[in-house]
C-alpha cells in the first residue's frame, strides 16, 4: 500500500493536566482523530470518565493516559474517585 | 456525642493557630511536618475503619478514597522530609491530632449502619474543615522551607475536593442532627 499522507504525520496531540484536583483546560476541543493525553501531576490518582465513551481507570500520580478521539459529540467527563472534578471534551 | 469528637479535632488544630498568635511565633518546620504527617495517618485510620464498617457502598467508596489519597500525601511528605534531612518532630498539636483520631475511631467502633455512616461522615466533614483551616491560618504562614511549604499549597486543593465531597454525602445520608 506504501505510505499515505495521513500516516505519514501522527495525528495532532493535545494535552490536558490534572493539577490541584482540577483538568485543565477544562474544555479542550479537539478535531475528530486527534490524540488527547491527560498528564496526572498530582499526588493523588485520578480518573478521565465520560460515562460510556471513555474511561481511562485510576491513573496513578505522574501517569498519563492517551485517547484518540474518534466520534464527534461534547462529552462531559468526571474523575469518579473525585466528582467534583469535571470536564468536558469537545470532539469536532 | 458526636459533638464532642468533632469539637476535640477542631479544637487541636485551633489550639495549634490559637498558640502561635499568642507566642508571636508558630511552628517549627520539624513540627509542621509532624503534624501534617498525623493529619493524613489519623484520617487513614479513620477510612480503615470506615471500609470495613460502613453500612452504604458510597461511604465504603469514600473511606476507600481517603485511605488512597492521604496515603499519597503521606508519600510525598515522606519523601520530602527525607530529602531535606527534617526530623518531624513530636508536639501539643500533632499529639492531640492524635488522640483526637484515637477517640473518633474508638467512638465510631460503638455504632452501627446508618449511624456508623452518619457519624464518620460528619467527622470527615468537619476534620477536613479543621485541617483547612490549620494549613491557611498556621501550617503554611509558618513554613520557612519553601518545599515544605510548596508541598503543602499543593496538597490543599485534595482537602477542599474531599470536604466537598463529603459535604454532598453527608446531605445525601440526611444530616444526623446531633
Known amino acids: 500500500m506504501g505510505l499515505s499522507w495521513a500516516s505519514a504525520a501522527s495525528p495532532p496531540s493535545h494535552t490536558i493536566t490534572i493539577e490541584d484536583m482540577q483538568f485543565s483546560p477544562q474544555t479542550l476541543t479537539v478535531k475528530r482523530g486527534d490524540r488527547v493525553v491527560w498528564v496526572n501531576k498530582d499526588l493523588v490518582p485520578h480518573t478521565a470518565t465520560a460515562a460510556k465513551v471513555f474511561d481511562s481507570r485510576s491513573m496513578p500520580p505522574k501517569a498519563s493516559w492517551s485517547y484518540v478521539a474518534r466520534k464527534p459529540g461534547r462529552y462531559n467527563y468526571i474523575c469518579t474517585l473525585h466528582p467534583t472534578m469535571k470536564g468536558t471534551l469537545v470532539v469536532e | ?178
Open chain 2, 1 to 178: 456525642m458526636n459533638r464532642t469528637l468533632k469539637t476535640l479535632a477542631l479544637s487541636a488544630l485551633t489550639a495549634a493557630a490559637l498558640t502561635a498568635h499568642a507566642q508571636g511565633s508558630g511552628p517549627t518546620d520539624p513540627q509542621i511536618a509532624a503534624i501534617v504527617v498525623t493529619a493524613n495517618q489519623v484520617d487513614i485510620d479513620a477510612g480503615k475503619l470506615a471500609k470495613s464498617k460502613a453500612h452504604s457502598k458510597q461511604v465504603k467508596d469514600f473511606a476507600q478514597l481517603m485511605i488512597t489519597d492521604h496515603t499519597g500525601v503521606n508519600k510525598s511528605a515522606s519523601e520530602l522530609v527525607h530529602k531535606l534531612n527534617v526530623k518531624p518532630e513530636d508536639n501539643p498539636t500533632s499529639e492531640s491530632l492524635k488522640k483526637g483520631g484515637e477517640d473518633n475511631v474508638a467512638k465510631l467502633k460503638t455504632l452501627k449502619g446508618a449511624d456508623f455512616d452518619r457519624a464518620y461522615v460528619d467527622n470527615e466533614v468537619t476534620y477536613h474543615q479543621a485541617v483547612i483551616d490549620a494549613l491557611d491560618k498556621t501550617l503554611i504562614p509558618n513554613a520557612k522551607n519553601e518545599e515544605l511549604k510548596a508541598l503543602m499549597v499543593k496538597v490543599r486543593p485534595a482537602f477542599v475536593a474531599h470536604l466537598e465531597h463529603a459535604k454532598q454525602l453527608q446531605a445525601s445520608l440526611g444530616k444526623s442532627g446531633g
